[in-house]
Structure formats: structure tokens, C-alpha cells
């Protein structure tokens, strides 16, 4: 398969794009790999913020909820917004 040349398009664009915004911020010419560079590592910045987000979501296995490490327990509400409390102490001396 030929790579596209609307992908081409797309890929100059995004530098020339890249080079009219971080030029007059680093007050210095930049050259294609430059702009190419900084254009990488945003996106990889992103791609690791993307990451943590989605490692921080909660999957839940069932509706009774979720016991978190600080001791919350949170529940999914029907609009989809979390309701977390304090989950409920042991019993453990028998007294009630």
C-alpha cells in the first residue's frame, strides 16, 4: 500500500502550523526538523496525559460499588456522576 499524499499534506501542514506558533515564542528561526521534534513530543505529552486519565477511570464490577484504597466507596448514580462515601467500619469488638 502507497502511503497517502493527503497524509503528506496533513503531516506539512501540522509543521508549518507548529513553526508559525513556536517561532515567535522561542524568538529563533526553526527549521522543519525542529518543528517536527516539537511536534512529537506534544503529542507524546498528550498521549501519556490520555494514559494516566484513562488508568485513573474506575472500572466497576458490579453496582454495589467500589471499596478505593483511602476507604471510600464509590457508586456509579444513574446520570453516570460517581456518589462516594465512607464505607462502613468492621464490627470487630462485638459491640454495637
Known sequence: MK???????????LIQR?????????ARDLSREDARQITANITGFF?????????????????????QPTGIRCK?????SAQCGRAA?????GNL
Open 3 to 13: 502511503p497517502s499524499h493527503a497524509n503528506d499534506n496533513l503531516k506539512d501542514d
Open 18 to 26: 507548529t513553526r508559525q506558533l513556536w517561532q515567535p515564542r522561542l
Open 47 to 67: 498521549s501519556v496525559l490520555a494514559e494516566w486519565s484513562r488508568a485513573e477511570i474506575p472500572s466497576h464490577a458490579n453496582d454495589a460499588g467500589e471499596i
Open 76 to 80: 456509579n448514580s444513574p446520570g453516570g
Open 89 to 93: 467500619k468492621p464490627n470487630v469488638g
